[in-house]
């Protein structure tokens, strides 16, 4: 399904401050089948980065992490092998505990965001 908002967003909800950077995560093989071809996990992660971030908006993706904890949520990301950057909408997925450097005046550093258990096929 093509993304409603047009932007990262969990839940329908966009992030106020939009990410550094977006990128598909690699997958492990889990071995070659009996026509030597590699098998993959079906699932993909994602990972989103802020090179620098007020702690107003750190509270904002914390909440985004505490809708997931009793289950899945919906997150708009950049579609998987798009041609275009087209927004698409994954269901069923995780998103893990907020990474955060180091604090500086009111902000913080480095912080990171790992989706996990995105279907592309």
Known sequence: MIGTTGSYAVNGATFPLQPSYGK???????????????????????????????????????????????????VDLPQ??????????YSGTYIDDVEVGEYFVGFVSDVRLLVRNIRTN
């Open 80 to 89: 998987w092998g798009a041609s275009t950057y087209t927004y698409y909408s």
């Open 24 to 74: 598909w995560g690699g997958r492990d093989s889990l071995g070659v089948d009996g026509n030597g071809k590699t098998i993959y996990p079906k699932v993909r992660t994602f990972e989103m980065g802020w090179d620098l971030m007020a702690t107003a908006d750190l509270d904002d993706l914390n909440n985004a992490h505490a809708s997931s904890i009793s289950g899945t949520v919906v």
